[in-house]
């Protein structure tokens, strides 16, 4: 079974500083790759995705993410971060071979990041 | 834009007692799932359906149960609540639950419900 590892669980940074949110994956074969944010007492919402193409992806809120299939990594980066960046941060992968979601999607166990000013 | 939406927000339970989730999503999509989210585990599927009358079960199904009856509802069932299911509770949905190239793999989520069982 593939798995999803976040390195860090909670990142303090500074208001204007660059972040970067490192997640690494398990698997040997081809995958989709999703980072997920949820605000405070919401819900999760896409952030970028993965699926194929260009290695850099740009999401919403200036986040943008760089796949390395040989370091099986999807790390996130903001270069400049803000105090509304304070979230949970989540990423999540599925083999790009699975017929249906349901437990091929796995998410890891989650990123705090927390700007201060 | 409702989208998906979760009632109630927050339930306290005592052990013992059974209670309903409700999850109803208003864009027609065929995969809807619940996810529990505790401290440091992130999220864990709970059980999921691809469409109506079809579910199956996730990683932690002991203690919930599910039914789909229409494409918009997906009820989430605790059966004799215990303390260990306290949590908070999170439904979603995206389009298909195949995994496609045309399948933009975003699932969509409630706000959440908090269940806190004494």
């Known amino acids: 079974a593939q798995s999803v590892t976040q390195l860090d669980s909670q990142v303090p940074v500074f208001e204007e500083a660059p972040v970067e949110l490192r997640c690494n994956y398990s698997?040997?074969?081809?995958?989709?790759l999703f980072w997920y944010v949820q605000y405070p007492n919401q819900g999760l919402q896409l952030l970028l995705k993965?699926?194929?193409?260009?290695?850099l992806v740009k999401g919403i809120n200036g986040f943008e993410a760089e796949f390395n299939k040989s370091q099986t990594s999807f790390h996130l980066r903001k270069p400049s971060v803000h105090i509304s960046d304070t979230a949970e941060y989540f990423c999540?992968?599925?083999?790009?071979?699975?017929?249906?979601?349901?437990?091929?999607?796995?998410f890891g166990a989650g990123t705090i990041l927390r700007v201060k000013s | 834009n409702a989208g998906v939406t979760q009632t109630p927000k927050f339930q306290v339970l005592k052990t013992g007692q059974s209670m309903t989730l409700q999850c109803a999503q208003d864009?027609?999509?065929?995969?809807m799932s619940w996810y529990r989210q505790d401290p440091g585990m992130g999220l864990r599927l709970i059980h999921y359906?691809?469409?109506?009358?079809?579910?199956d079960q996730g990683e932690v199904p002991n203690g919930y149960n599910v039914s789909r009856s229409t494409t918009e509802d997906f009820p989430l069932r605790l059966l004799s609540a215990a303390p260990s299911q306290t949590s908070v509770y999170f439904c979603?949905?995206?389009?298909?639950?195949?995994?496609?190239?045309?399948?933009?793999?975003?699932?969509?989520f409630g706000e959440g419900s908090r269940l806190t069982v004494l």
């Open positions: 698997s040997s074969v081809s995958v989709y």
């Open positions: 979603a949905s995206t389009e298909s639950g195949r995994v496609t190239w045309a399948n933009t793999g975003e699932l969509f």
């Open positions: 864009m027609n999509h065929e995969y």
């Open positions: 359906s691809v469409g109506a009358g079809i579910t």
């Open positions: 999540a992968v599925i083999r790009s071979s699975s017929m249906e979601y349901g437990n091929k999607l796995v």
């Open positions: 993965y699926l194929s193409g260009s290695t």
